[in-house]
């Protein structure tokens, strides 16, 4: 498995969210993305056969912690601390618009 199948798996969804099933951080970031109305696809990266494939490419890409990572317009915009700053900032609605994830 290489980065082509990261980009497989974010290509054509304006949100992709990629979690653990027990993560308390990774469900705050789905609730928080959620409440704007948008439907991320959620990839729980402890209940897919290549989880621990994806992780290690996560972790490639730069992501630390691993989880939650979040793509919005398929774009890497990074885990809970950089999608918190982007709600503070009042960017992450504007940004989840842009991608056509919602529609206001």
């Known amino acids: 498995m290489d980065m082509n ?4 798996l974010v290509a054509e ?6 979690s653990r099933s027990q ?31 994806i992780e290690t490419l996560l972790l490639q890409l730069g992501c630390e912690p691993c989880v939650p990572v979040v793509f919005i317009g398929q774009k890497l915009i990074g885990g809970a601390r950089e999608l918190m700053s982007l709600q503070v900032r009042n960017e992450l609605m504007p940004l989840l618009m842009s991608a056509r994830a919602i529609w206001v």
């Open 13 to 18: 969804k304006p949100v992709v969210i990629f």
């Open 23 to 53: 993560c308390s951080m990774s469900y705050t970031v789905k609730t928080l993305i959620s409440s704007f109305g948008a439907n991320p696809t959620v990839y729980e990266l402890d209940e897919i056969p290549n989880g621990h494939q």
């Open 5 to 8: 199948a990261v980009k497989g």
